[in-house]
């Protein structure tokens, strides 16, 4: 990747020559480049800014899924957004989220993918794609026949890991409903991170590992002094694109339905239920505009660590 | 080749965009033949499975074979759910927000109001004719179901069916505590000092009354509405929204009685599965009375069919109608009361062929339909007097709710907040359970009442 973008040479002289990148690189003129992008700018502003500002201003109207206000809704100003951040269910869900995010994404899924990849790289043949074929098989397969096979495997009284453990009865969704949609989630995401890190690995140089092996550096040393620093870069981005999507995942809902209680009601479920269960569109969109910022915040903040060393 | 590829992104986003809109589309419009569509949800094998097996091998086959005599070509499909009610009201809210949906459509006639408001479903006569209103079916059905599936004093459905709840109890348990086989209580003192005989008896639960926000609109039906209605009250009577009234804090009191003085389980109320559990421990012979509709008796207690099958229901459940806090202290003086709810279906004011899906809604409540429905133990209280008389007389306690209890029975406000409402009443039956004072509990009620309702103004106290 890093290669194939690096500029060509006459653009470097260029560069040294005017003291600051071309605005032209390409030589299309302004008009055939901005031909050139329209067709992304028009999908990207369809689908996905129009419904972001379509969600800020359903936010301000009292918009409901049924009833009087259905057909017309009345404009109420940030009373919706106000309800949704004095409400404690809103930061009982933000709470459980960090939790649903850290535990399943920062932890669970980097660690596991990186030690995945690191234990695979210089492997080949049958052993690693048996590997990688059965992680990416749980990456893959449609949410709705996975989080089947995962009822199937945790139900209290007829589940496959109560039968293996000889412990029937013992309600896994029940008494502990965040570590299990923790270590689904997981199961679940972990190809990308090692699919991610696998192909950075091969980015490091060999002859790094070997002068570092030659000065007597331990596995961990190797690690931290010669591995990390090459794939920062691809570490962070890997944070911040699981990380987000983690955030809004609602595959939650289909292994617990938030429940019991509200105990694993993670924000994308509490969207689902504050708008389509209990049909209140218009404070959804509310509480859809607080994750809206939240997840702003926390690309922001990879973005910067992202740059602060380059 | 960047924008080539992106054109044919476009291209796909459209096609796939024009598929969807195919499938939305409910019927198609051309040529001589009709096509119609009918929603339940109900799935064959799954929920409501006897009514989805009715639909799909009688009432299709048979319209259709009506409608070829008439020299009509109506083909006719039925689109199965079999998920919770709520799930279905949103699928059935976005259908018909888009302006999509089946023809016919089977709802819970408690989202009328809502439906009715948001321009979902329309007064039948306005599209489909005057037949809606000319139909000979409805001199079969009385008034207060009529007002089931009506909004503002007009038809916006035909009622499916209805129901009625009672006092259930254990005759074996009865015996034990020195209470008579034929119990009928007139008076809410007279359910206590029952209640405290089968505790002293040592029954494990000597009443379950439904509380709590767990168990939903459970907890209203047969619970606080049924309760309130025994006290004199409504839930919204004249336009006003009762309060923190006498009523309600009578109601919240019996609450208190019940699961403060040791004659209730309040653990049970606050499971997520408690009144699954509940229903357990009744057919098991751990709970002495439990207020229920007949929907206990059909569907939980049934001995072949049921849920917590009792083999000797008809021996050992006996039922008694519930009384008014006293005598003649019922909502419209009456001694004994009840609530009701039930199914109503519609033809979707989208459908391209009204007239023809009106003649299928009425043709479904035809006494020959009904009485295949029912039949084979699928027992339930149909709209229609003159096939409830033939086909109920088997059940005695279907008879009972049919002949005394729906004649005093009463129904939920029709209208889109009645959902809000309902929620914050389970809420102060919770607060109760948990060891709050009836009247903070009713204040706090009237508070949230104020936030729901639109301020103060609405609310009668």
Excluded at chain 1, 261 to 284: N, T
Excluded at chain 2, 142 to 153: K, T, Y
């Amino acid at each position: 990747m890093a290669q194939a973008t690096s500029p060509p040479e006459v653009v470097q002289e260029d560069r040294s020559r005017r003291g600051g990148y071309s605005s032209d690189a390409a030589g299309l003129g302004r008009g055939r480049a901005a031909a050139f992008v329209a067709p992304a700018l028009l999908l990207i502003a369809v689908f996905l800014v129009f419904p972001a500002l379509w969600v800020l201003y359903l936010g301000l109207t009292n918009y409901r899924l049924t009833g009087a206000a259905a057909a017309e809704p009345q404009f109420v100003g940030l009373d919706n957004l106000i309800e949704a951040v004095t409400t404690p269910e809103l930061w009982n869900s933000t709470w459980l989220t960090l939790q649903f995010v850290l535990g399943s994404a920062v932890i669970g899924q980097v660690v596991l993918g990186f030690t995945i990849a690191w234990l695979m790289r210089d492997r080949t043949g049958p052993l690693k794609r048996a590997v990688e074929g059965l992680v990416i098989l749980a990456w893959i397969l449609p949410s709705a026949i996975v989080s089947f096979l995962w009822v199937a495997l945790l139900d209290a009284d007829d589940g496959t890991l109560n039968a293996m453990l000889g412990i029937p009865g013992f309600p896994w969704l029940l008494d502990h409903p965040m570590l299990s949609i923790i270590i689904f989630n997981t199961w679940r995401g972990t190809a990308f991170s090692m699919m991610l890190y696998g192909a950075a690995l091969g980015n490091v140089p060999p002859s790094h590992l070997e002068s570092a092996r030659l000065a007597g550096a331990s596995g961990w040393q190797q690690l931290r002094d010669v591995v990390f620093p090459h794939i920062r870069g691809h570490i962070l981005t890997n944070l911040l694109l699981i990380s987000l999507w983690t955030f809004n995942d609602f595959s939650p809902f289909l292994l617990t339905a938030g429940g019991p209680d509200g105990r694993s009601e993670v924000l994308a479920v509490h969207v689902y239920k504050v708008a389509l269960q209990s049909g209140e569109l218009g404070h959804g969109a509310a509480v859809s505009t607080v994750i809206l910022l939240i997840n702003l915040v926390v690309a922001v903040f990879y973005l910067r660590l992202l740059r602060s060393k380059k | 080749m960047v924008r080539k590829r992106s054109m044919s992104v476009v291209a796909a986003i459209a096609a796939a965009g024009l598929g969807l809109a195919a499938c939305g589309q409910s019927s198609g419009g051309g040529g001589d033949t009709v096509e119609l569509t009918i929603a339940a949800n109900a799935i064959a094998g799954g929920k409501n499975s006897a009514s989805a097996e009715h639909i799909t091998k009688w009432v299709i086959p048979k319209f259709e074979e009506a409608q070829k005599a008439k020299g009509k070509d109506v083909t006719v499909k039925f689109v199965p759910s079999g998920v919770d009610d709520e799930q279905y009201k949103t699928k059935l809210s976005l259908d018909l927000k888009s302006g999509k949906g089946a023809d016919v459509f089977d709802f819970d006639s408690i989202w009328v109001g809502e439906f009715a408001e948001a321009g979902y479903v329309k007064p039948l006569s306005e599209f489909v004719g005057p037949e809606a209103d000319s139909w000979d079916g409805w001199a079969q059905i009385p008034g207060a179901v009529q007002e089931m599936a009506s909004f503002n004093g007009k038809k916006y459905a035909l009622p499916v069916g209805t129901d009625g709840r009672v006092l259930y109890f254990n005759k074996t348990l009865f015996a034990k505590a020195g209470l008579p086989a034929d119990w009928q209580p007139t008076s809410w003192q007279e359910i206590l000092d029952a209640s405290a005989k089968l505790k002293s008896a040592g029954v494990p639960v000597p009443i379950q009354l439904n509380a709590g926000t767990a168990m939903g609109e459970a907890t209203s039906m047969q619970g606080a509405l049924p309760l309130l209605a025994g006290a004199g009250g409504e839930v919204q009577q004249d336009g006003k929204w009762s309060g923190a009234s006498q009523p309600v804090k009578d109601v919240l009191g019996l609450y208190q009685k019940i699961y403060g003085g040791g004659l209730g389980d309040p653990k049970l109320q606050q499971e997520a599965k408690g009144r699954d559990k509940s229903f357990q421990q009744f057919a098991e012979g751990e709970v002495g009375i439990l207020l229920e509709g007949d929907y206990f008796w059909r569907s939980v207690v049934n001995p072949k069919t049921g849920v917590a099958p009792m083999a000797d229901r008809d021996q050992t459940v006996g039922y008694a109608m519930i009384p008014a806090i006293e005598p003649g202290k019922g909502i419209h003086g009456q001694d004994f009361v009840s609530m009701s709810g039930g199914g109503v279906r519609t033809v979707n004011p989208n459908s391209a062929h009204p007239k023809e899906a009106f003649e299928l809604l009425t043709f479904m409540l035809s006494p020959d339909a009904l009485r295949e429905e029912t039949k084979d133990g699928n027992m339930r209280i149909t709209p229609r007097t003159d096939v409830n008389k033939e086909i109920l007389a088997g059940d005695p306690l279907l008879t009972f709710v049919s002949e005394k209890v729906l004649p005093v029975t009463a129904y939920r406000p029709p209208l889109a907040v009645y959902t809000q409402v309902s929620v914050a009443l389970q809420e102060a039956t919770a607060a109760i359970v948990s060891g709050t004072a009836p009247d903070q509990a009713a204040a706090d009620y009237q508070k949230k009442l104020e936030g729901i309702v639109g301020g103060a103004g609405n609310i009668a106290s």
